[in-house]
């Protein structure tokens, strides 16, 4: 998947079809497919699971015994952008849903606050970054600096266009220091879009997703496609790539974001750490707890 | 369970045991008691997403339109504590893992840096908080400060005895301003904690969970019940109760966390907030949208 899924300039959304399933096997045609992709990702979340806890487990060990260390501690971070209704939300959801809650990280990134906009355009990111060990995942992201603000014209022209190589740069310091990066644009059509919003408005228990200003982004939306073009093709590295995920069948959205972050885990040929203490000591000492504690069954009041 | 665990001064530890289980149906005694308890945390869990959801919801459209607000957006906080390998984890990965990951804020609490040293006990934990409309869970808490503070004698006994009336009033603060607390100590055996230990040392995939700092706290048993009756007994308020989940056995711990969180939100009269927009012209706008758009079924490459 992560071969067929990463992108490289110059990105042409347009040649890619939202309701496309890149990947998925053939085997799986027809009606039950939507199924078996649910089962999939329920299993590549357990997998997820074991993976999450060797990253957690090796942080955790390195930070007892500091040291020389041949490489930094490992973590991962999820970069998920997509235009309004995409299924960033659902996205984490599903496939983060079936991870450990305790080795997540999940930042979100909304309008920038009054403080945030006093500081530098990463400050803010550099703050939500995922402690070594996790895996963080990115709600929106440092890219909002190059769309909605291009878009939206919240900043002049000379200002985005110079966040490209700032944003690299930004990169390159994060995988230098460890950090494994899976940025993924969840590909919606303009229908798909429309198609979502109406639900939003027809489903009272989703009123509270839908907000106006949904609307105004949406009618520029030939804009805001072109901004994401340009920001793949600047901002897709070797150190850092972009993946498409075709996102108007989310259950094909969902099989194919697990299947990018377990290739991504199986890259880092995870493991669990050696014992830092001496195994046969503790049992004796294990042991020795029991004997002094006055003989057995008798421990469950005391 | 809200009243069947909950404890009140003064606490007896030594009088709960740590293998029951207390409102486990009696229908489902016998073998088939474990898998029953297991499918009723998936099915509870599904009913905690839909609430914290309702949570999250509610709290964003206060957000969204501020004003003279009855009470306070709100906000739920599970604090677990437990001895070493008490299933703080475990409880968290099973049960925090059936909600959506995206309303979930959790902490762990460590040994205290050189910086939160510098600063009052309460500090770290004042910047922990959920924000409004999240489900915090504390692993671990500002009760380390009356336990492993006092068996270890960190600080001088007038330090902390002086802390259960800090924390009353800290906790009394949090719940007026909507925070509604649930704090549950996970009770296991002293023979269950010596099996655990055991196994992490048998297991190599758990070796990382193991420390030899827990055997010295393991022969410091008593005083930690001790320690953890007294802080019970003093800070089981009407505002903040102390719930005791006996949690020898996992599947039972899982199911009962997993039902006090459910009688809590039961407690907060959830729902979805009304919309905040006109939806008539909402679905003018959008269908509008559609027309400017250029026909039918072209939307896909657009």
Redesign the interface.
Known sequence: MRELLRVSAPVDL?AI???STPGLPEATAGEHRKGWAREQVALLGAGLGRRQEMLY??A??AQERPGPADRPAGRVLLVLQAMDCGGK?GT??RV??A????G?H?R?FGPPTPEELRHDFLWRVRRALPPPGYVGIF?RSHYEDVLVARVASLVPEAVWRARYDEINDFERELTDAGVTLVKVLLHI???EQ?AR??ER?DD??K??????SD?DA??R??DY?AAYAEALSRCATDAAPWFVVPADRKWYRDWAVAHLLKETFDTLALG????N?D?GR??E??RA??A??GGT?E????
């Open positions: 347009g079809d939202p309701r487990a090796t955790k060990a939300d984490i959801k983060a849903g991870m450990n809650p305790l997540l999940i979100s709600n059509s303009y229908a429309g919003l109406l408005l009272p228990r009123h509270w997703k839908y907000n106006p609307i949406r009618a939306w030939d496609q669990y750490p050696a014992a203490f195994l503790e049992r000492r294990l707890g029991e002094g504690a069954g421990m469950n009041g005391r």
